[in-house]
């Protein structure tokens, strides 16, 4: 099946303009900054975990929203495309691991990519517009030959009081008023880069492409509001 979701990203790359997300990520990375705490530590180890005790042999991924790599701790798999759309972050894993494929792209915007396995972790809740999101799962259901992994959000973080508190704060601090408002009445978004959605309303993008959920894990002592699921292609 051939996607042909454009997404608002590729409008803007097509305009000669950046998205928010590439804006984000590029100037974080520029400036020296990681991956983020679900790469490291604990909550590293526990993903690991799960994968590797479902998918059998750690061999062929795509990993979309790879990142700095740091979820790796730099030992990449034997067939590896990582996607990302900083440039900087990519090229500095390209002149780490000219072993592996690299890709800068939004993506949302479709790519002749294809691995036994599948991940996105930590990713989706950073993607603020909904075609994006949409474009994204899809384009997962269309790389995989068996696995997709996704890592995301399963409860709002913004329902939290102290998270309201700190987001409206931040805003106000900014001079974004009407949003500092919003965000201390309760949200899904930072106004950010961080959005809160109900993933199982679109893991249909995916089950439709002939995948099954077949589990939803978490670890609420190590990581609260994250949960790791898991997608098969079913057998044809
Ligand atoms: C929190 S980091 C997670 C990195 C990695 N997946 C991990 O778990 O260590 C999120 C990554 O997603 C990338 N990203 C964000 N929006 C993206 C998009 N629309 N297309 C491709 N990459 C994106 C960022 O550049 C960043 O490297």
């Given at each position: 099946m051939i996607s042909l979701i454009i997404s608002s990203s590729e409008v803007d790359r097509v305009k000669g303009t950046a998205s928010?997300?590439?804006?984000?990520?590029?100037?974080?990375?520029?400036?020296?900054?990681?991956?983020?705490?679900?790469?490291?530590?604990?909550?590293?180890?526990?993903?690991?975990?799960?994968?590797?005790?479902?998918?059998?042999?750690?061999?062929?991924?795509?990993?979309?929203?790879?990142?700095?790599?740091?979820?790796?701790?730099?030992?990449?798999?034997?067939?590896?495309?990582?996607?990302?759309?900083?440039?900087?972050?990519?090229?500095?894993?390209?002149?780490?691991?000219?072993?592996?494929?690299?890709?800068?792209?939004?993506?949302?915007?479709?790519?002749?990519?294809?691995?036994?396995?599948?991940?996105?972790?930590?990713?989706?809740?950073?993607?603020?517009?909904?075609?994006?999101?949409?474009?994204?799962?899809?384009?997962?259901?269309?790389?995989?030959?068996?696995?997709?992994?996704?890592y995301t959000w399963h409860n709002n973080p913004f329902e939290d009081q102290h998270s309201r508190r700190y987001v409206a704060r931040k805003l106000i601090r900014k001079g974004r008023i009407f949003s500092s408002i919003k965000a201390r009445a309760g949200s899904a978004t930072d106004f950010d880069y961080q959005t809160y959605r109900r993933f199982e309303d679109y893991a249909p993008l995916i089950t439709d492409q002939g995948f099954s959920l077949v589990e939803t894990r978490s670890e609420p002592a190590i990581e609260r509001w994250g949960a790791l699921y898991v997608f098969r292609r079913e057998s044809r």
């Open positions: 928010r997300e590439e804006n984000y990520w590029e100037g974080h990375y520029a400036a020296g900054g990681v991956s983020g705490e679900g790469s490291v530590g604990a909550i590293r180890q526990w993903k690991w975990d799960q994968i590797r005790s479902i998918v059998g042999e750690v061999d062929d991924f795509v990993d979309v929203g790879c990142g700095d790599l740091s979820f790796w701790d730099d030992r990449l798999p034997p067939v590896y495309t990582g996607i990302d759309i900083s440039e900087t972050i990519v090229a500095k894993n390209r002149e780490r691991h000219p072993e592996a494929t690299f890709i800068v792209a939004n993506a949302a915007v479709p790519q002749t990519v294809s691995g036994r396995i599948v991940l996105c972790m930590d990713m989706l809740f950073h993607i603020m517009d909904d075609e994006t999101y949409r474009g994204i799962l899809t384009n997962l259901g269309q790389y995989s030959r068996e696995w997709v992994f996704v």
